[in-house]
Nanobody, 117 residues
């Protein structure tokens, strides 16, 4: 079973940067595609970035060119580097598997990112 703990969220000004971390445990981590998701107030959770076990990445159009997802399999950790942050990036950010087993893996508590002046 996979356990997920997100960290690194903070309050930053527009144009600022943050680096989020997701510590994962479970035997399926090393073979699973992973993703970062976010949920803004009043909106449904959306997928913002994915990375396969081999390192291939994809991004939502809203974050393309600004966010970078990466992983360190030796540390069982997934990262999200966020640059040029905008107020509309304000949300709770979650990590989870990004494959057909997603519905079987519980969400963690997420980490709050607030972009405001």
């Amino acid at each position: 079973q996979v356990l997920l703990v997100e960290s690194g969220g903070d309050l930053v000004q527009p144009g600022g940067s943050l680096r989020l971390s997701c510590a994962a445990s479970g035997s399926i981590f090393r073979i699973s595609a992973m993703g970062w998701y976010r949920q803004a107030p009043g909106k449904q959770r959306e997928l913002v970035a994915t990375i396969t076990s081999g390192g291939s990445t994809n991004y939502a159009d809203s974050v393309k060119g600004r966010f970078t997802i990466s992983r360190d399999n030796d540390k069982n950790t997934v990262y999200l580097q966020m640059n040029s942050l905008k107020p509309e990036d304000t949300a709770i950010y979650y990590c989870n598997v990004a494959n057909g087993l997603r519905s079987l893996v519980p969400w963690g508590q997420g980490t709050q990112v607030t972009v405001s002046s």
